[in-house]
């Protein structure tokens, strides 16, 4: 299901708000996959953030069934995504090589990486139970969202 741009033009200003004035990380990306979530009705929203005494993904804050903890390099298109540092587009991802299924009901997938001060530090990742749900304009009406986490990242309590 692709969405169109009058719900990202309503869901995007909603989800700028919520970051308004609030210090914690943790708050604010669960209540952005809350409302992300909520809005769009994907199977799976949330973050992975890098960590990078072990040099791996860790699961953040999430809307959606029980996910994979820990992700390594190598391994999956959040990986593919921290990785590479592009944003992962995947229309089918039972055609995908190295595919982690951390729920046989997603069929497709969008990652984008978050960076701050010039490395990777997280990524957004959204699963859909249809097939082809993302495309390039989920990307593009995503940025201003994606561009305040980034902004914000750093002045964060964790």
């Excluded at 299901?1 to 990202?8: F, I, P």
């Excluded at 200003?13 to 943790?26: D, H, K, N, T």
């Excluded at 593919?80 to 997603?106: D, F, K, R, Y």
């Amino acid at each position: 299901m692709h969405l169109n741009k009058a719900t990202y033009g309503t869901l995007i200003p909603q989800c700028l708000a919520l970051l308004e004035g609030e210090p914690s990380r943790v708050a604010n990306l669960a209540n952005l996959s809350a409302a992300l979530k909520h809005a769009c009705d994907w199977h799976w929203v949330g973050f992975y953030v890098v960590d990078f005494a072990r040099n791996e993904l860790v699961l953040g804050p999430f809307q959606g069934p029980v996910a994979c903890t820990r992700l390594r390099k190598g391994k999956g298109v959040c990986a593919e995504a921290w990785e590479t540092g592009l944003i992962q587009i995947v229309p089918n991802v039972h055609e995908h090589s190295g595919h982690i299924a951390c729920s046989s009901a997603t069929n497709s997938e969008l990652v984008i990486p978050i960076q701050s001060e010039g490395r990777i530090v997280a990524v957004l990742d959204l699963d859909s139970v249809d097939f082809d749900a993302f495309s390039a304009a989920d990307t593009d009406a995503l940025k201003p969202l994606v561009q305040a986490i980034e902004t914000s990242w750093n002045q964060w309590e964790v």
